[in-house]
């Protein structure tokens, strides 16, 4: 029994409630078990990478066989995930380090439970497993999102856990819907049961699922379920948003999961179900980000938009549902995590630079540090404008050469161009305007209580080294995410690893 | 390797100036200059080998699934241009030295022009088009932070943005192109690519591909409609526009249509869309430049000319105009780079740029004076230097080629050009140099150092020396680009600086004539001018942008707006169209299942819910009235529960509905109690359409699943849940065993919501303007007057044992009949509320010393550690197991593991429901500002005549 695999839910499972209670007593010690936490499970992620090379492996919780009981399974895709997760909150904590964990209560404890909630969600076989961990990781982000509290603040938390405590109902909705005609939770087990159900229960099965594909696109942010994302992501805590990066990930995880596994080439009826509605919401998405970008007025609002961009470029390329356009969608999914969490830092601390002016994009005097605010800014925003030499431009290229073969081409690449442009405008404006602009401005600001911590330095530099590795290794990255890809578009591995662990079909 | 090395070397080199500044200026300088210098004796000692006809390659894999390669080549095209960007860029280098104030950042202005020179070096010597692309994008954005280098001043940054706008929008359309070629040829590296020109050409994308690399091409190369960036990107340091605007980041546009112009050219598309273009760009920029009185602006636009020149060569497609085009970025390069630093000194030294306020500067500064005649001389095409005998090289092909049918219209059109380009190159000589000295200069100007005359003096030498000599200075170079970019052999030519008596030479007789009487009327052909209409494209540029930026605001903002009520009606629509566009492509038949008959008692309640649901909507502004509608159904479904034989839902319902209501009650305390009406009639409208139709949909959904029969897990529970899970009630085997994990997390969703609630209300409490508003609290209704009536009080402590035993009962039965850990927490947490609300929260709290957040923090810790304590035993997570005991005189007892569990989830429960509740009395207690009562009720029945102190009416 590899116990190994469920770690990435059990430490921070433990580690939450523990903090819960030391927390309160000190706060260094609150701080280095959640620190050593989040380390350990980069090793553990990359142990699990390691070992989904030979294929999807699993776990039967309570020791009930598939679909009977709850199966975690862990496959290139998941593993790939977990990595990227735990490194980004590694990461992202040690830049709440520096400060914001203090400024409200139980940060670490919430930061545990978040990423318990994260992992589940990549581990997990089962549906409505999944949805428990969805439940674990919008309550988590909502405590971590209103965490430090302000009016603003909780305005906008408010309206992040309504709108997706509405898309938890509509999860279960889906879930009874394919439910009553499948009668399983198991997305391995629906996958062979997708192409029997009879034409006489089709519609029942398909609203399900397609209502499901709306849940997904509630946590991916996709046009026209996006409409939390900006204020949330806006008003959250610096360390949060960054940590956010992930949490559309998910979304775009999920819809990956489920419409190839469940709902791809094997489905019959219901073959890639989720295309037609996917790709044209994508691209509207992909362009009403970079729009956002061009029109936002301070620089937390430049960089959530450019999160819905980049979450738009990346189902764009997912909704090509081709093994090559998957491979390049995760790719440029690495990419944006690092890059928006790196922009969000950035954001913060020019906030908390500029005093009164906070990241309103207005003129204002120098502010401290400000060339070297501006230089990694300067590479932040190439990266997330998807311009080269970085990763983000090397995403977009392999999207762009896989959308070619399918019949979307003329589409995505004008989707995709287009709209870089816009990006570029946008973050030309705002770097100008807060670097440039400053230096003709008579006086210089000094804010209060700017932290003299190097740990945000450190945050950002990481980040920012991430995405150079990236782009550097890109070779090596992208033959692993070729080969993730392989794998998920063969779904017979998936199911044999679940429902027939002893051979057989 | 080498190859590769004179790429790196200006990147490596950029990560010096800025750290060497510490050093000095001259450090700064000198080990920016080494790394270029560096680089350029490379490139020096690959020269002969390619001269002969070798082209050098190296290469080494990026992302070999996309067709990017880090590989580099080296052909006479290559060494042209890495020569020239090397060569000049040492020069502007030295210059820069002296250029620089001391205000000026030297260190980040060599780490940018760095930088820009490594991506110039990448364009020219890739042999791979996505690595070009790549390079090419980074020449955009160091050429952004190079222009942009004054940032202080409005000028520079503008003027960086657009370039970064225009070149980049090239880009994008670049990217395009090269990526449709690279489908067509099917390969990215240039080597493999330029030798399928008939595959490409025969190509039905071949036009697309076209049109799209022409616009990267020509944004970079200014030509027009997209010359307008350039000359405000004027506003760089004189250095900046030397190196980008003579040698590099113009030219890398005319390198890629040399560089694929085997493959490209020959075709009418090739030669309508490139050699118009060029031909009407050489003319117009010319006929601007005359009339522009910053000396930089002139450069710029004789800059732009001279691109569409080379352009228009390119543009011919025939081998000869292509060796004309080589030879002339040479010539160009030369001449055009001195000519900017002489601007640049001239500016330096007088203080002004233009030329209305100069003039008679000869006797004054004669070294720049010699040079910029000399310089400009060539620009015009006076015999016996380098610019003449490309310009004749280029008006004999013009003067064979017919444009349309018309023989003549294409030779007019250069000769008039190279009229205007006269007229202006004398203006630069004649209104500077010549003329009366006057006294009224900014500054007082004289020759300037050794270090910022030299560069452009050595520029100058070759001016000379190749107009000389063409042959032995050039010919070598020309020879081999030129047979880089033909692709093929040489055509039969001789540089030299007589041809005979060629309509060429009586074209360039005419433009000098032509230009010099231009240049004699100056005042006339001026005020005609000055009454004609000037766009300004920096304006247009600049509202172009705005309203790009003002429409994205209004889209954006305007449909952003912060408002919930949009926000979840867009998502409730989508849910709508989704599932109704579903349901339409998708096919369902009518349910098979009998239907059964309704009983009244189903139909009562049936009526009470909707009921309800109505009713909580009518009164959703009364928060109280909602509440308790809310109740309702609550009760409702609770009573649907126990009628469809589901004891353990309707326990837990119960439970949950008891405690929640009495939360929100205590939450609802210190809100307003009525919600203010927001929505109009059209919202109204719109959101009952919306209901409406999600409403019926889902109703319509749950009829259809309903009535068919459909087979689920239940039976394989049903059967297991004894043998496999140790318990006869098959809910509870669910909850702590089959699905034991959902549990775990649904129990770690509870306890964090309570830590929520706690940190929420805990920055109330605690300063901020919500402790404030708190303290400022005025309570709205009538109080009661015994806060902890007798009876309540005497009852809820009677309950108490009571309650508690069964919750105990509930928690130990709750493995084989209705009951369990979450129900039994909900019970006691219910009678413990009772004493709360009995004799108030503080005095409740003196009694009942419990930490709630221990309780929450060790019932998640147990559940989980339960799941791990199977790991002891070889299993999976949350296994469970059961321990037989025989103990004496109570008999054999079975301890499930899952009784661990659920013992953790009882802990979680009571603890989170009691957080909440006291976070939540504590502010009713802050708002209110009662001391706590000292007594359990508000009179003591043993005493009857105290009365508790803290009590008042």
Not at chain 2, 209 to 231: E, Y
Not at chain 2, 440 to 449: A, E, R, T
Not at chain 2, 505 to 529: E, H, N, P, Q, T
């Amino acid at each position: 029994m590899n116990h190994w695999l469920i770690m990435p839910i059990v430490l921070p499972a433990v580690l939450g409630p523990l903090l819960i209670m030391l927390g309160c007593i000190d706060h260094v010690l609150a701080r280095i078990l959640s620190l050593a936490g989040c380390v350990a499970l980069i090793a553990i992620s990359v142990g699990l990478l390691q070992q989904a090379d030979s294929g999807p492996q699993t776990y039967a919780l309570s020791a009930w066989v598939a679909p009977f009981g709850i199966l975690l399974v862990l496959d290139r895709l998941s593993a790939v995930m977990l990595v990227l997760t735990a490194v980004l909150a590694t990461v992202v904590l040690l830049y709440a380090m520096a400060g914001w964990d203090r400024r409200g209560r139980h940060f670490h404890a919430l930061y545990q439970f978040q990423l318990m909630g994260i992992n589940g969600a990549f581990l997990t076989g089962d549906f409505f497993n999944l949805f428990v961990f969805f439940e674990i990781l919008l309550i988590a982000s909502y405590g971590l999102m209103v965490h430090g509290g302000g009016a603003d603040r909780l305005r906008a938390g408010v309206q992040y856990v309504i709108v997706n405590l509405v898309g938890s109902t509509l999860f279960l909705i889906a879930v009874g819907l394919i439910y009553s005609v499948t009668g399983t939770l198991n997305m391995a087990d629906l996958a062979l049961k997708v192409p029997q159900v009879s034409s006489d229960d089709l519609a029942l099965l398909q609203v399900g699922a397609l209502l499901l594909l709306l849940v997904f696109g509630v946590k991916a942010a996709l046009v026209p379920v996006h409409f939390w994302l900006p204020d949330t992501y806006a008003q959250a805590p610096a360390p949060t948003a960054a940590l956010f990066a992930i949490l559309t990930k998910v979304g775009a995880y999920c819809i990956l999961r489920l419409y190839v596994l469940a709902f791809g080439a094997q489905a019959g009826a219901s073959a890639w179900l989720a295309q037609e509605w996917l790709l044209p919401a994508a691209m509207v998405s992909l362009t009403l980000g970079l729009v956002g970008v061009l029109a936002a007025k301070r620089l937390g609002q430049l960089a959530s938009f450019s999160v819905i961009g980049s979450m738009g470029t990346v189902l764009t390329a997912i909704a090509l549902f081709t093994p090559t356009a998957t491979a390049a969608a995760l790719y440029y999914m690495l990419h944006s995590t690092l890059a928006a969490a790196a922009l969000f830092l950035l954001t913060d601390l020019v906030r908390e630079r500029r005093g009164h002016h906070s990241d309103a994009l207005t003129v204002a005097p120098v502010f401290a540090h400000r060339s070297l605010l501006a230089a990694a800014f300067f590479v932040a925003a190439i990266a997330m404008a998807g311009l080269p030499p970085l990763s983000g431009f090397l995403g977009k290229l392999l999207i762009l050469q896989s959308a070619w073969p399918t019949p979307y081409a003329f589409d995505v690449y004008l989707a995709v161009l287009a709209t870089a442009l816009l990006g570029i405008i946008g973050f030309v404006r705002a770097g100008s305007t807060l670097f440039w602009k400053s230096t003709a401005q008579q006086g210089r600001i000094e804010a209060e209580g700017v932290s003299h911590s190097v740990l945000p330095w450190v945050a950002v530099g990481l980040l920012l080294s991430g995405i150079v590795a990236l782009t550097v290794g890109a070779g090596g990255v992208h033959d692993y995410l070729s080969q993730t890809a392989q794998q998920l578009y063969q779904p017979q591995l998936y199911i044999n690893a679940v429902l027939f662990p002893q051979g057989g079909q | 390797m080498s190859l590769a090395l004179i790429v790196m070397l200006p990147f490596i080199g950029a990560l010096f100036p800025a750290l060497l500044l510490r050093a000095g200026r001259n450090a700064c300088a000198t080990a920016t200059f080494t790394f270029s210098l560096a680089a350029f004796i490379l490139l020096i000692f690959q020269a002969p080998a390619v001269l002969q006809g070798e082209t050098l390659h190296a290469s080494w894999q990026w992302l070999p699934k996309l067709g990017l390669a880090v590989s580099f080549m080296l052909d006479g095209l290559g060494l042209l241009f890495a020569g020239l960007i090397l060569g000049i860029g040492l020069l502007v280098i030295f210059y820069a030295r002296f250029y620089l104030s001391k205000q000026d950042n030297m260190g980040s202005f060599y780490t940018y022009l760095l930088l820009f020179q490594g991506a110039m070096l990448g364009i020219v010597l890739s042999d791979n088009i996505l690595l070009i692309l790549v390079f090419w994008e980074l020449t955009s954005l160091s050429s952004f932070l190079l222009i942009g280098y004054w940032k202080h001043l409005p000028a520079g940054r503008q003027g960086a943005r657009m370039a970064l706008t225009v070149t980049g929008a090239g880009g994008l359309s670049l990217i395009a192109g090269l990526m449709l070629l690279g489908h067509i040829v099917g390969s990215y590296d240039l080597s493999v690519m330029l030798q399928h020109r008939e595959l490409i050409q025969s190509s039905p994308l071949y036009l697309p591909a076209l049109l799209l690399i022409l616009g990267g091409c020509f944004t970079k190369s200014a030509q027009f409609p997209f010359h307008f960036w350039l000359p405000h990107a004027m506003a760089a340091p004189t250095p900046v526009s030397a190196y980008l605007h003579s040698a590099t980041m113009v030219k890398a546009g005319i390198f890629l249509l040399a560089r694929l112009w085997p493959v490209l050219s020959g075709t009418p598309e090739w030669f309508y869309l490139v050699a118009t273009t060029g031909l009407i760009t050489m003319l117009v920029a010319a006929w601007i430049a005359l009339f522009k009185d910053d000396l930089k602006g002139l450069l710029a636009f004789s800059t732009v000319s001279h691109l569409g020149l080379i352009t228009l060569l390119l543009g011919l497609g025939s081998p000869m105009a292509a060796v004309a085009a080589v030879f002339h970025i040479i010539n160009h390069a030369t001449f055009k780079a001195a000519l900017f630093m002489n601007a640049g000194i001239v500016d330096h030294e007088t203080g002004t740029r233009d030329i209305k306020q100069l003039g008679g500067l000869w006797h004054l500064m004669p070294i720049t004076a010699t040079l910029a005649m000399v310089a400009a001389a060539s620009m015009a095409g006076v015999p016996l230097l380098n610019g003449f005998l490309s310009k004749e090289m280029m008006l004999e092909q013009v003067a064979h080629t017919a444009w349309l049918d018309q023989p003549w219209l294409m030779a007019i059109i250069a000769t008039l050009a190279a009229l205007c380009s006269v007229a202006y190159s004398f203006r630069y000589i004649v209104h500077v140099f010549f003329g009366p000295q006057r006294h009224d200069y900014p500054d007082h100007p004289h020759d300037p150092p050794l270090g910022m005359w030299l560069p452009p003096a050595i520029l100058v030498c070759l001016v000379i020396l190749i107009g000389l000599f063409p042959q032995t200075f050039a010919g070598a170079l020309v020879a081999s680009s030129a047979k880089a970019v033909i692709g093929g052999a040489l055509p039969e030519y001789h540089l030299a600086i007589w041809h005979g008596v060629t309509p060429a030479l009586w074209m360039s007789v005419i433009a000098l004539i032509g230009g010099l009487s231009l240049l004699a009327g100056y005042r006339k052909v001026r005020s005609a001018w000055e009454a004609g209409p000037h766009p300004d494209a920096k304006a247009m540029f600049q509202v172009w942008i705005k309203g790009l930026v003002q429409l994205a605001q209004v889209a954006s903002h305007g449909l952003h707006n912060g408002s919930l009520q949009r926000y979840l009606a867009w998502m409730v629509g989508a849910a709508v169209v989704v599932g109704y566009g579903a349901f339409m492509n998708s096919s369902l038949s009518a349910g098979s299942r009998e239907l059964l008959p309704a009983h009244p008692t189903a139909i009562a309640a049936w009526l009470l819910l909707i009921l309800g649901c109505l009713l909580t909507v009518w009164l959703h502004h009364q928060r109280l009235l909602a509440l308790i509608m809310v109740g309702v159904i609550g009760m409702v479904v609770c009573v649907g529960f126990v009628y469809l034989s589901a004891p353990d839902l309707a326990l837990t319902q119960i439970s949950v509905e008891v405690v929640t209501v009495i939360l929100m009650l205590l939450a609802l305390n210190v809100l307003p109690k009525t919600t203010p009406k927001e929505s109009g009639f059209g919202r109204k409208g719109r959101d009952i359409l919306l209901a409406t139709s999600a409403g019926v949909g889902i109703a319509t959904l749950v009829w259809a699943f309903l009535t068919r029969d459909f087979t689920t897990l239940s039976d394989y529970y049903l059967a297991e849940s004894l043998p496999g899970g140790g318990g006869t009630n098959v809910v509870n085997v669910i909850l702590v065993d089959f699905r034991g994990f959902d549990t775990y997390g649904e129990i770690t969703v509870l306890g964090i919501a309570a830590l929520l609630i706690f940190a929420l209300l805990d920055g109330a409490l605690h300063g901020g303007s919500a402790a404030k508003r708190l303290a400022q609290w005025l309570p709205d209704q009538a109080r009661a007057a015994d806060r902890h009536p007798l009876m309540l009080v005497v009852a809820a402590r009677v309950m108490l044992p009571l309650a508690l035993l069964v919750g105990v009962f509930i928690f130990l039965r709750g493995h084989n009949v209705p009951g369990g850990g979450f129900i039994a927490g909900l019970v006691v947490s219910v009678a413990l509320i009772m004493q709360y609300m009995a004799s108030g929260f503080g005095w409740a709290a003196q009694k009942i010393r419990l930490d709630y957040h221990a309780m929450i923090g060790s019932g998640v810790l147990l559940a989980g550690l339960t799941g791990i304590g199977s790991w002891l035993f070889g299993y999976p997570f949350l296994t469970s197991s059961v321990l037989h005991l025989d103990l004496p005189a109570l008999g054999e007892i079975h301890i499930a593991s899952a009784m661990f569990f659920d013992a953790g989830v009882f802990s979680v429960v009571v603890g989170a429901t009691m957080l909440a509740l006291s976070q939540l009395s504590q502010i009713g207690r802050r708002a209110e500002a009662l001391p706590v009562n000292q007594a359990a009720m508000d009179c003591d029945p043993s005493h009857p005549l105290q009365k508790d102190p803290s009590w008042k009416p």
